[in-house]
């Protein structure tokens, strides 16, 4: 079976640290794939970013970075400089290479920034 | 990029009524639309996969009786909720699949939710 744990249900930060987000993933599959999705609340998701289970490098986009380590089973994620506007709970998810390609989603970070 | 609507974006119903739910793909054709429910402060949990033209598939524990789901068009997806209860109230949110990309993984895109509450 496949699943997806955030063992961090709250993180709180003052603008401008950095934060990691942690998510560890189990699957039996050798092809899968990542994500990571942004709920602010109004409640939309926002996709961030997707990773496949054959690419291991590391990705930074702006202030955020990714960090897959297939040996740890992890995809942790990084705000740098964090600002106000990242407050919003994050979500890691995997999806198989089947059938539908359905999503497993973790149970979610919440992130406060204060200012 | 791809976008994918729901209609209403919130409802507030009496108990016992049914309430219907769209979710459509603006510009592309999907052949597969999901159906989350997410109770305040949870994860995401899919209920069911709609497939056009066929019946669809629902998660264990969830009522197809109860959850009605009809994928009539390649762009439209609809879940009814049918004699709703207190217990029903959440967050339900669609994503539609494009399957036209050509890459091995077909992109999963969100609809923006639609809050139900049963009064």
């Known amino acids: 079976a496949q699943k997806v744990t955030q063992a961090q249900t709250e993180i709180s930060v003052v603008e401008k640290e950095d934060v990691t987000l942690d998510c560890v993933y189990e699957t039996r599959d050798t092809t899968y794939y990542l994500f990571w999705y942004k709920q602010p609340p109004s409640g939309e998701l926002v996709f961030l970013i997707r990773?496949?289970?054959?690419?291991?490098q590391n990705e930074i986009s702006g202030r955020y970075s990714w960090n897959f380590q297939k040996s740890t089973s992890s995809f942790n994620f990084t705000i740098t400089a964090s600002q106000v506007v990242d407050s919003a709970v994050y979500f890691c998810a995997l999806s198989m290479n089947t059938g539908f390609q359905k999503l497993v989603f973790g149970t979610g970070t919440r992130l406060l920034v204060s200012p | 990029g791809a976008v994918v609507s729901q209609h209403p974006s919130w409802v507030i119903c009496k108990s016992g009524t049914s309430v219907k739910i769209e979710c459509r793909s603006l510009?592309?054709?999907?052949?597969?639309m999901f159906w989350y429910r997410q109770f305040p402060k949870q994860s995401l949990m899919l209920m069911a996969t709609s497939n056009e033209g066929s019946k669809a598939t629902y998660e264990q524990g969830v009522e197809k009786d109860k959850f009605l789901i009809n994928h009539a068009s390649l762009t439209l997806s609809t879940l009814t909720v049918t004699s709703a209860h207190p217990e029903d109230s959440s967050f339900y949110i669609c994503?539609?699949?494009?399957?036209?990309?050509?890459?091995?993984?077909?992109?999963?895109?969100f609809g923006p939710g639609t809050r139900l509450t049963v009064l």
């Open positions: 510009d592309f054709q999907a052949t597969t």
């Open positions: 990773r496949n289970s054959f690419d291991e």
């Open positions: 994503s539609a699949r494009d399957v036209t990309s050509g890459s091995s993984y077909n992109e999963q895109f």
